[in-house]
């Protein structure tokens, strides 16, 4: 490799925004899964850096906590990290026993990274081989709508999960975009305009920009 192309940023595995998520058969917490399981409903598939670690500890009790929100929105919960289901076993045991919750989703045991690379989980220039906590948002017919990467030591946050989940249903039902910080029931804004004829109805409109024209349908279904 030349001085040139190490300065060139790499490109990163993985699926990309609209793309199929690669399909999977893994061992998990509850049994066997694929990921093909999962068609007919969205699916939060997110990974961990380790099992008996403080953040992944924190982040998996409270989407647990959050569970019935993501029933609500027909949603799954799915995780994963390179250990094994026994320490994945252990673990959530250990999580019930000494905080009182109990980890209902399953976990996936990656030991090979087979699944983490396929989905660009591992990230080679990090300072460790672990997973990094990575969120893939995917639809019901199996396509990766959006993703969000942290590193090992920033905790997610669960309710923006779920806002991004709520913003993207809401956007394929009403066929509308999300304004910044959008939480549901708030007004949704119109797509972009197609061309300058609708451009200049809008205009016309009150209360209306035409390139930002706030809508009501902030809510799902």
């Known amino acids: 490799m030349t001085d040139v192309e190490a300065r060139i940023p790499q490109s990163r595995t993985g699926p990309e925004i609209d793309q199929l998520a690669p399909d999977f058969e893994a061992r998990t ?21 380790a099992d008996f670690t403080p953040v992944c500890t924190t982040e998996f009790m409270s989407f647990e906590r959050h569970s019935n929100a993501f029933d609500k929105l027909n949603c799954a919960l799915l995780g994963l990290s390179v250990d094994s289901v026994f320490s994945h076993i252990a673990w959530v045991k250990d999580i019930e026993a000494n905080f009182g919750v109990k980890i209902t989703f399953p976990i996936i045991e990656d030991i090979s990274m087979e699944i983490s690379r ?78 300058q004829s609708e451009a200049d109805a809008r205009s016309e409109e009150k209360d209306s920009v035409w390139y930002v024209t706030e809508i009501e349908g902030g809510k799902n279904g």
């Open 29 to 49: 917490t509850r049994g066997m899964v694929r990921l093909s399981d999962y068609r007919g409903k969205w699916l939060i598939f997110f990974s961990h850096p």
């Open 118 to 195: 396929a989905y660009g989980m591992v990230h080679e220039r990090s300072s460790t081989t672990a997973a990094v906590r990575s969120v893939y948002f995917i639809d019901p017919d199996g396509y990766v709508r959006s993703m969000i990467h942290y590193p090992a030591n920033v905790g997610r946050s669960v309710p923006e999960i779920l806002r991004v989940l709520a913003a993207l249903q809401l956007s394929d039902a009403q066929n509308v975009a999300t304004p910044e910080n959008w939480s549901p029931g708030d007004k949704a804004v119109r797509l972009p305009p197609l061309d």
